[in-house]
């Protein structure tokens, strides 16, 4: 039985050194000058280090990643989450959207901040700063439904 065991330990390790050589997909950053929402529009600060600290790592052309998104398959978790979170929003880019495009985003967002869904469950785990209060979501919120105002105007 122990014989066994160490087997499936070493191919165990094996695989997962042989897994480290798979493209994770992790997508890099590109910035582009003159793009990101910050760039753009005058946010509070308070707002502001809100979704540094809670969305950025997503939803952006600045993504800190940490040193377990190296990791398969973790990695490849990470690579799959910043490349869907970037397809239905992305704050470095926000100049590329729309002016009807960047409404229906920041009701997106809103919605999302208010039911919860956002920031994602599994990143608070790992990042506390991202924990908001009831009362930073309502930050969230109040701010992009005044800013879909303000591009309406
Ligand atoms: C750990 C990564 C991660 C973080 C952090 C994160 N998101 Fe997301 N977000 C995603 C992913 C992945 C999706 C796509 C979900 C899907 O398609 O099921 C998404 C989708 C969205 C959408 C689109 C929802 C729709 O209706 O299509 C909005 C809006 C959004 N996030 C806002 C935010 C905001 C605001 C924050 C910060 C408060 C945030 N997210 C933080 C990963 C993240």
Redesign the pocket.
């Known amino acids: 039985m122990k014989k066994y065991f160490k087997l499936l330990l070493i191919i165990l390790l094996v695989a997962f050194a042989i897994i480290q050589f798979i493209p994770s997909g992790r997508p890099a950053n590109q910035p582009v000058a003159g793009q990101d929402v910050f760039e753009i529009v005058e946010i509070p600060a308070e707002v502001g280090s809100?979704?540094k600290n809670?969305?950025y790592?997503?939803?952006s052309q600045s993504v800190k990643y940490p040193w377990y998104s190296y990791v398969a398959p973790v990695s490849w978790l990470v690579a799959?989450?910043?490349n869907?979170?970037r397809?239905?929003?992305d704050f470095g880019k926000w100049g590329e959207l729309t002016k009807r495009k960047q409404i229906k985003?920041l009701g997106?967002?809103a919605?999302?901040?208010e039911d919860r869904?956002?920031?994602?469950e599994?990143?608070i785990r790992m990042h506390s700063e991202?924990k908001?209060t009831d009362k930073q979501r309502e930050l969230?919120i109040n701010w992009s439904e005044q800013l879909a105002e303000k591009i309406l105007e």
């Open positions: 809100l979704l809670a969305c790592d997503c939803h799959r989450d910043v869907m979170a397809e239905h929003l985003v997106e967002i919605e999302e901040v869904n956002m920031p994602m599994i990143y991202a908001l969230i």
